[in-house]
């Protein structure tokens, strides 16, 4: 099972930016779907974002995040990471990042369908 590891988390200004990494274990990672969730307190896990495997040219994200959030992935680091740009108090939340581990599979943005989870980084937007 591929081990994440994620950063990049803090206190940001309403309309500020921040960029999560998420560090994965394993010689498969380039191999495997990745995408990022997010929980807020009293809240279901939410998807963010995903990305395909491989040279991550395919790509989806919930729609609140279309034009502001860019997920992508460097295979050479074996890192996926969230740029996120004009954050949102209500997109204060534990960010998770998640790894499908079944070779070649197609995106997906269902939380059900990730195995590996790593242990999350929390985003503060303050207005």
């Known amino acids: 099972q591929v081990r994440l590891v994620e950063s990049g988390g803090g206190l940001v200004q309403a309309g500020g930016s921040l960029r999560l990494s998420c560090a994965a274990s394993?010689?498969?990672?380039?191999?495997?779907?990745m995408a990022w969730f997010r929980q807020s307190p009293g809240k279901e896990r939410e998807f963010v974002a995903a990305?395909?495997?491989?040279?991550?040219?395919?790509?989806s994200y919930t729609n609140s995040v279309k034009g502001r959030f860019t997920i992508s992935r460097d295979n050479a680091k074996n890192t996926v990471y969230l740029q996120m740009y004009g954050l949102k108090p209500e997109e204060t939340a534990v960010y998770y990042c998640?790894?499908?581990?079944?070779?070649?599979?197609?995106?997906?943005?269902?939380?059900?369908?990730?195995?590996?989870w790593g242990q999350g980084t929390q985003v503060t937007v303050y207005s």
């Open positions: 990305v395909s495997w491989g040279i991550g040219d395919t790509t």
């Open positions: 394993g010689r498969s990672f380039s191999r495997y779907p």
């Open positions: 998640a790894a499908r581990e079944v070779a070649f599979a197609n995106i997906q943005t269902v939380k059900g369908a990730f195995g590996s």
